[in-house]
């Protein structure tokens, strides 16, 4: 862990002293680093809620607050009432700050090109392969497991991909029938529980936790193909886990489908057994079981 410790702190060092971090004017937009991110995250098009700014850029409201007033004191930005929900604020970008935002587009793009640019094809190739690496499972160790309710947009958009994936990947198909609306009144507070992770405030992977006579039942797992491989599905898992104990059982019951390869191994890796049929889910070819005891 030393190791790794100091080798990311360097490449930061290294990083931010390059792309001009430290400048009080960054890439020359006569903004510090920190306003000219908020500006760049509010885009060019429709604008974001004051909520979903926050939650991609980890900003506390008064910080934030203070940011966007400064956006609109310059005429960059307006906040104005979400038209869909008059609780909510939008942030969108005047004329003025559109043009600034494709300009800071622009310096941007100058930049990295000047800092490839006395790189051979075959270093390029290398430092976007090992980027690329890096931004993964960087943001793989942030993602964050909410509990949702099962009906909010990012559980039912999670749900939906996964259904369509099952679908996708059945010999015969997947049908979820009413499965929507029926999970959703067993997977909430007191009797169970639907965990959505989100990276940047994007949903990239769900779960859920229904509660039974005597055991907790885990089901509608699912990740995002595109965060396969870094370790999401098993820690998302553990976080199932510990509802399930929370809600007070000291048994996990799962079921799952025999194309589902990569979930049975991981199933086995966490300790599950494969047990007899428990349940009447026609889609279901395997039957596991865990003590939390």
């Known amino acids: 862990m030393e190791t790794v410790v100091e080798t990311l702190r360097s490449f930061n060092r290294s990083f931010t002293q390059r792309i001009g971090v430290l400048d009080d004017s960054f890439l020359g937009s006569g903004r510090p680093l920190g306003t000219a991110r908020l500006l760049f995250e509010i885009g060019p098009a ?25 956006l609109e004191d310059d005429g960059s930005a307006e906040v104005v009432p979400d038209p869909d929900d008059g609780r909510r604020r939008v942030v969108r970008l005047t004329t003025a700050g559109r043009r600034e935002w494709h300009n800071l587009d622009r ?11 006395p790189l051979s094809d075959r270093q390029r190739s290398s430092l976007e392969a090992a980027l690329a690496t890096a931004d993964r499972l960087l943001r793989a160790a942030t993602v964050t497991f909410d509990v949702v309710d099962p009906q909010s947009d990012h559980a039912v958009a999670s749900m939906s991909a996964y259904f369509h994936e099952l679908d996708r990947r059945f010999p015969h198909g997947f049908d979820p029938g009413d499965t929507l609306t029926s999970d959703a009144a067993s997977m909430r507070e007191p009797r169970g529980v639907f965990v959505v992770a989100h990276s940047d405030d994007r949903p990239v992977a769900c779960g859920g936790v229904v509660g039974l006579v005597d055991a907790g039942e885990i089901k509608r797992m699912w990740v995002h193909p595109e965060w396969r491989g870094v370790g999401l599905g098993h820690r998302l898992l553990a976080q199932l886990e510990g509802h399930v104990a929370r809600l007070g059982y000291d048994r996990i019951l799962l079921d799952t489908n025999g194309v589902l390869t990569d979930a049975i191994a991981m199933y086995e890796r966490a300790g599950y057994s494969e047990i007899n049929r428990y349940n009447d889910n026609p889609y279901a070819e395997h039957f596991f079981e865990k003590s939390l005891r």
């Open 46 to 70: 429709d604008g974001a809620t004051t909520l979903e700014l926050r939650r991609r850029l980890g900003l506390d409201s008064g910080y934030l607050s203070r940011m966007l007033r400064s």
């Open 107 to 117: 310096r941007s793009d100058r930049l990295a090109e000047q800092l490839l640019d």
